[in-house]
Structures are given as structure tokens and as C-alpha cells.
């Protein structure tokens, strides 16, 4: 069981926009920023939102982040099938004193 | 550009002591705005942080609370590189391990390309 809770999955047709949740606590994503991970199989995680809603460059604009309270949510607008991969949020935890994330959204381009 | 680079093998006998290597190219280990982590990865457990460390005048380590007793994150200045090392291990500790660097946008903005670890007999 991750610390962060995201759905397993989400879906959506090519140009829809679509978004993956995370909820967290005030230890984790209530007091630190969060990041977001696209994860292709076989690879790396690889960066594409830090500090709740900021893009490492070449991270493509249908890509945003945002933050509430103890949540936060990535937002991807005119889907494309190469969005198709798994996205993990990420947080510091203060209390646990380290990095926690979520358990993953699979997103599947229809 | 910064690049990680892991090494180390791939199958660990249980009980024995799991090591990984993690090269740096285009920063430094003893960088005071960089820390240097250690990361694994299963399907059960998903994404699990294992620990850091970092140079801020002194050496400084974090380890996770689950493998504390266990686990050993060395810097090596001379090679630039850092390393893992966990002690005996169990078929539970199968899984990708990856290294990465938290940068000045307080991200892990850079991951080493992973490697699979498997405790077997």
C-alpha cells in the first residue's frame, strides 16, 4: 500500500483531456511540493511536473500540474497515444523523513 | 547534462549482501545544491525510497525506516559515484533498483536506467 493514493487507471480518446488524482496527507503533499512521473515500460520514471505545477524543459504544455490542501492532480489536454504510460505523483514526508509516492495510474489512449 | 549510470549484478544469493554502483557524468557527488538517492521498484510495492545522501560541509545520510538496519549509501569521490549496499537479503528485496539525484528544483529530475535485481538460490 503506497503513502499517496492514485486510481489504477484512466483512459481517454485521442485529443480529450484527462486527469490523475493524488491524495495525500498534511506529512507529505500538505506541507512539501509534488512531483509527477511518466513511466514507459522498461524505463525509468522520467520527470514531468516538480513543485506541484512547474515543466522540466522539453515537458510539452498539455502537460499541467496543481496542487489543494493534501491533493494534487496532473491534467494532460489533447491526449496523444505517446501520453500512453504510467504517472506516479511523489512527495517529501516530513514524518517519515523521505520521498513517498503513489501506487500509480496506468492511462490508456483509446 | 547529467547522466546516471548503474552497475552491478543482477542475481543475489539470499542471505548475502546486495551491491550497486551509480556513476555520475555532468555534476558532482560532492555537489552542495545535490542529493543522491537510491529507489526500488516492485509490482507489489510499487515505488519504494530507500535513501540519500548528501554533501553540506559534512556527509550526510537518510535511510528509509523499513531496510535501516540493513542498508549502507556511500559516496565515492574519487570515481564520482555513489553506491548501495544492502545486507542480507531476502526474495523480497527482488526488485529495479534505480538511483537518482534530487537537483535544485527539489525534484528527483534525473534517474540511472535501472537494474533488476533478483534474490534466487
Known amino acids: 500500500q503506497s503513502v499517496l493514493t492514485q486510481p489504477p487507471s484512466a483512459s481517454g480518446t485521442p485529443g480529450q483531456r484527462v486527469s490523475i488524482s493524488c491524495s495525500g496527507s498534511s506529512s507529505n503533499i500538505g506541507r512539501d511540493t509534488v512531483s509527477w512521473f511518466q513511466q514507459l515500460p522498461g524505463t525509468a520514471p522520467k520527470l514531468v511536473i516538480y513543485s506541484d505545477n512547474q515543466r522540466p524543459s522539453g515537458v510539452p504544455d498539455r502537460l499541467s500540474g496543481s496542487k489543494s490542501g493534501t491533493s494534487a492532480s496532473l491534467a494532460i489536454s489533447g491526449l496523444q497515444s505517446e501520453d500512453e504510460a504510467d504517472y506516479y505523483c511523489?512527495?517529501?514526508?516530513?514524518?517519515?523523513?523521505?520521498?513517498?509516492f503513489g501506487g500509480g495510474t496506468k492511462l490508456t489512449v483509446l | 547534462q547529467v547522466q546516471l549510470q548503474q552497475s552491478g549484478p543482477g542475481l543475489v544469493k539470499p542471505s548475502q549482501t546486495l551491491s550497486l554502483t551509480c556513476a555520475i557524468s555532468?555534476?558532482?557527488?560532492?555537489?552542495?545544491?545535490?542529493?543522491w538517492h537510491w529507489i526500488r521498484q516492485t509490482p507489489s510495492r510499487g515505488l519504494e525510497w530507500l535513501g540519500r545522501?548528501?554533501?553540506?560541509?559534512?556527509?550526510?545520510?537518510d535511510y528509509a525506516v523499513s531496510v535501516k538496519s540493513r542498508i549502507t549509501i556511500n559516496p565515492d569521490t574519487s570515481e564520482n559515484q555513489f553506491s548501495l549496499q544492502l545486507n542480507s537479503v531476502t526474495p523480497e528485496d527482488t526488485a529495479i533498483y534505480f538511483c537518482?539525484?534530487?537537483?535544485?528544483?527539489?525534484?528527483?529530475?534525473?534517474w540511472g536506467q535501472g537494474t533488476l535485481v533478483t534474490v534466487s538460490s
Open positions: 555532468g555534476d558532482s557527488v560532492s555537489s552542495n545544491r545535490a542529493a
Open positions: 545522501t548528501y554533501y553540506r560541509s559534512k556527509w550526510y545520510y
Open positions: 537518482a539525484r534530487v537537483g535544485v528544483t527539489g525534484a528527483l529530475d534525473y
Open positions: 511523489a512527495a517529501w514526508d516530513g514524518s517519515l523523513k523521505g520521498w513517498v
